[in-house]
């Protein structure tokens, strides 16, 4: 693709914040508390909408249910609106409850279970008030020792639940299945992989599709593969983009690995998959514990810019070619010239053309938002990872 082609591609790309990452988190060890936290789900969607005003690909949040409860949320969505965003997915969360020591909607105790999905539909419910499309499941749910519980009954019992959670969807909304390999089940976990996820929204239906959580594998697994796979079989809904040194590190997304951010890139490119019309969310989840979380999250917002960039910059046509003929180098030749492109400049320009600073960062710290908030956000209890 040429350069002025690929800014087109560029300009409508979206991706999508977590409110979460505004917040305070840490390790299980620690939470480092930072000035000017977020005291409420309206200081992070305002803080949204400032990565937003400076990268111009960032118009959505996602909210996580309850870190994020209010008690209007069409006020929340009107809120949002008039920041210059709107709200994306809905994350539910069934695994922050004593009630959920075994699992949530897998747990051996129906009572336990029925409040679970009873939270699932609340989300439902949630997303009918703020306009969201998609509602993002992941469970905690699985067992620590052999023997612990029966695996199959769990699997069965998480069928049950994603039914009824399915037949509740509306016409224009979805559910989003995300696996996750361990963590914080060490035995078995009830949706390790991509592959169980996949045959859960196979069985369920058209409107299931799997979020790949990059920092949910083993080590060296083969993430373009899996999206790969799940494009031909459009079972492919969304990415949490994050990256990752050791297992769920949640790190700046192409912080770690920007290779790989550019071979999931290609694969979505090479699938005609980045338009927001093609109905994959490209979402960030991560957490900024010892770094300042806004210029963190546009930090992470260039990087998917800049493997995007490069993967529509890859020359099919000599790429193609070279793969039919069967010239392994050439072949590799025509990825590798894409990715080792500087293509800082390109959306420096695609920046400027859009009358926004070629520089986010900088125009950020230029702003004077960060003293701002750290005095108007001095008092009152910060959210946080959990709050
Ligand atoms: C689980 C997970 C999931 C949660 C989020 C906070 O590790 O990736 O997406 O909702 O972290
Ligand atoms: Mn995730
Ligand atoms: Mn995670």
Redesign the pocket.
């Known amino acids: 693709m040429t350069p002025d082609a690929a800014k087109v591609a560029l300009s409508r790309q979206e991706i999508e914040l977590p409110s979460w990452a505004f917040g305070n988190s840490g390790t299980r060890f620690k939470v480092f508390t930072q000035p000017g936290v977020p005291r409420s789900p309206e200081e992070k969607i305002a803080d949204a909408a400032v990565v937003h005003s400076y990268t111009g690909v960032a118009p959505s949040v996602a909210l996580h249910i309850p870190w994020d409860k209010v008690e209007d949320y069409a006020a929340l969505a009107a809120y949002a609106k008039e920041q210059g965003v709107r709200l994306g997915a809905i994350n539910s969360n069934v695994f922050q409850d004593d009630d959920y020591k075994l699992g949530s909607v897998t747990n051996p105790d129906p009572a336990v279970r029925r409040k679970a999905t009873d939270h699932l539909l609340e989300c439902v419910d949630i997303m009918d008030q703020t306009g969201s499309r998609d509602l993002k499941l992941?469970f905690s749910d699985g067992t620590n020792y052999p023997g612990q519980d029966d695996i199959q009954d769990r699997q069965e019992r998480l069928a049950e639940a994603l039914r009824e959670v399915y037949d509740r969807l509306g016409d224009d909304q979805r559910m989003l299945l995300?696996y996750k390999l361990f963590e914080p089940a060490f035995y078995t976990t009830d949706v390790p992989d991509w592959g169980t996820s996949y045959a859960h929204c196979l069985e369920l239906g058209p409107k299931a599709t799997v979020?790949i959580?990059t920092g949910?594998h083993a080590p060296g697994t083969n993430i373009e593969f899996i999206v790969a796979f799940l494009l031909r079989t459009k079972k492919l809904g969304a990415f949490?983009f994050n990256s990752r040194f050791y297992a769920d590190d949640d790190l700046m997304v192409g912080a770690a690995d920007p290779f790989q951010l550019f071979r999931i890139m290609n694969e979505i490119v090479r699938g005609d998959a980045l338009d927001p019309d093609a109905g994959i969310a490209f979402m960030l989840?991560q957490c900024h514990n010892i770094e300042e979380k806004i210029p963190a999250i546009i930090r992470s917002v260039m990087n998917v810019q800049e493997a995007t960039a490069k993967a529509l910059l890859v020359d099919r046509d000599t790429l193609r070619a070279a793969q039919q003929s069967g010239d392994v180098l050439g072949a590799n030749a025509a990825l590798m010239d894409a990715y080792n492109t500087d293509v800082r400049p390109l959306l420096a320009e695609l920046r400027e053309s859009q009358g926004l600073d070629p520089d986010p960062i900088a125009a950020y710290k230029r702003s004077g938002y960060f003293d701002q908030i750290s005095k108007d956000r001095a008092d009152g209890q910060q959210a946080g990872w959990g709050a």
């Open positions: 992941w995300e979020c959580d949910h949490d989840d």
